[in-house]
């Protein structure tokens, strides 16, 4: 469990606007704040940063010394793809110039990544895809988002871009919205450096198992991280990883032992109700607790039980350590 390094997606430290509350939540941190008070997460070895709107060219020195100070390092620069200036698409956009734009940014991002001694970019394009029926040329938009996909990698081989998919939001229907879509798109482009964001809420949300898309997309040599939080699979309510879906996410960690994953664990949190630094400690805690409880299960047995298909053989295993029978 020491390897595991955890990290936390910055806008948790955002004041957490919703559509409701548009003032946000809280009062609104400088970039200095928020690396202070991440620098107070028990157990926390990292954050995940955007480009342009946390880090650009003007403040990353700036940031690369604060995180320094902090002991945070960069698990990953995502490229901010969904504000307005996108909101009829980035890499699927008709308009060149938007596309271009978008393209000029993710490659930021990609730069960014370097100069701040981290290897992952992230890509959530929550603006491509379409809303209603007949709004789009759907053939237009797949081939649009995997030629930008494929210029971004080209870029540098180096850095890994890391596709993160999701099923809705803000769009109604996202152009990446499937651990299938996004493993496709891999495949088609063919490059070592072009793989998935798994965010385990993202999975919950589009009906699949967090455990199964996360071995699929390692099967391929796909899984370059991991995004933990959890949600009610209505929307993407990213709560604090480990308090609804324990079993799914117990599972996961199972998983990613077995596949030997070695990426990051990210938190994509919004606390908007809840002490920003206690949110992220809890969400760590449960994992950690998972894991705890995962060594005492009896692995072998449990690899052999599965053969069999039988459920209750199989986990008759799990519950013994997770909660055992009263007398
Ligand atoms: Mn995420």
């Known amino acids: 469990m020491k390897e595991i390094k955890f990290s936390v997606g910055i806008w948790a430290f955002t004041s957490c606007a919703d559509r409701f509350v548009t003032e946000g939540y809280r009062k609104s941190l400088s970039l200095t704040e928020q690396i202070k008070l991440a620098s107070q ?19 990353a020195e700036e940031a690369k010394r604060l995180l320094q100070e902090g002991k945070l390092k960069v698990s990953a620069v995502d490229a901010y793809l969904f504000g307005s200036q996108f909101s009829m698409g980035a890499f699927t956009s008709g308009n060149e110039r938007t596309r271009r734009k978008a393209i000029e940014i993710a490659i930021g991002a990609v730069d960014m990544a370097e100069q701040l001694d981290c290897s992952y970019a992230g890509l959530w394009l929550g603006q491509d895809g379409f809303d209603y029926p007949f709004q789009a040329n759907y053939s237009d938009l797949w081939d649009r ?10 870029h540098n081989p180096e850095v890994k871009i890391c596709i993160e998919y999701k099923l809705k939001e803000p769009r109604m229907h996202l152009t990446i919205g499937s651990v299938g879509k996004a493993l496709l798109i891999c495949e088609k482009i063919a490059k070592d450096n072009v793989g998935v964001t798994l965010d385990f809420g993202h999975a919950m949300l589009g009906k699949e198992n967090p455990a199964e898309s996360a071995t699929l997309l390692a099967k391929y040599n796909r899984l370059f991280s991991i995004h933990f939080n959890d949600c009610y699979r209505e929307t993407d309510d990213d709560l604090i990883a480990g308090s609804v879906h324990s079993w799914e996410l117990l599972e996961l960690l199972l998983v990613l032992q077995q596949l030997e994953y070695k990426g990051w664990y990210g938190l994509d949190i919004f606390p908007y109700r809840e002490d920003i630094v206690k949110a992220c400690e809890y969400s760590i805690q449960n994992i950690k607790s998972l894991l ?9 047995s449990l690899v052999e039980a599965q053969k069999t298909m039988n459920y209750i053989r199989i986990h008759r295993i799990i519950r013994e350590v997770f909660y055992p029978l009263a007398d």
Not at 46 to 58: C, D, K, S, T, Y
Not at 145 to 154: K, L, M, P, W, Y
Not at 292 to 300: A, M, Q, R, S, V
């Open 292 to 300: 705890k409880g995962l060594e005492k299960i009896d692995i072998p």
């Open 145 to 154: 988002e995997i030629e930008a996909i494929r210029e971004v990698a080209a």
């Open 41 to 59: 997460i028990e157990g926390l070895d990292g954050l995940i940063l955007q480009f342009p709107a946390v880090v650009n060219r003007e403040n």
